[in-house]
């Protein structure tokens, strides 16, 4: 399983941006989330979805915010990130959990069996 994430970049607080990550190798059954890792801080959990799509997930600091979502036809993931803040600047990585836990576990790292490069997003003015 491959995961390739991108559409980060540099943008102003109040603007949105959308992440994706391609996955290959893996076309169902699997658990997609969404993590970032500000600077100096540890990798947190921002959003998760099961395969079925039927249950989402989101981090407090960004439900209202985020959307994550899934196009079975691209198999990619998508995180619509809106009203950005300074402080969601960070790295994002996206992950796939394949364990039949992973989508107890949704906001745990090690939940989750792929991760991608990361793509980072700066939000500043």
């Known amino acids: 399983v491959q995961l390739q994430a991108s559409g980060g970049g540099l943008v102003q607080p109040g603007d949105s941006l959308r992440l994706s990550c391609a996955v290959s190798?893996?076309?169902?059954?699997?658990?997609a989330g969404w993590f970032r890792q500000g600077p100096g801080k540890e990798r947190e959990f921002v959003a998760a979805m099961r395969w079925s799509a039927d249950r989402t997930y989101y981090a407090n600091t960004v439900k209202g915010r985020f959307t994550i979502s899934r196009d079975n036809a691209k198999n990619t993931v998508y995180l619509q990130m809106n009203s950005l803040i300074p402080e969601d600047t960070g790295v994002y990585y996206c992950?796939?959990?394949?364990?039949?836990?992973?989508?107890?576990?949704?906001?745990?790292?090690?939940?989750?069996?792929?991760w991608g490069q990361g793509t980072l997003v700066t939000v500043s003015s």
């Open positions: 190798g893996r076309t169902s059954n699997y658990v």
């Open positions: 992950a796939v959990g394949l364990r039949s836990d992973s989508g107890v576990y949704y906001y745990a790292v090690l939940s989750y069996d792929y």
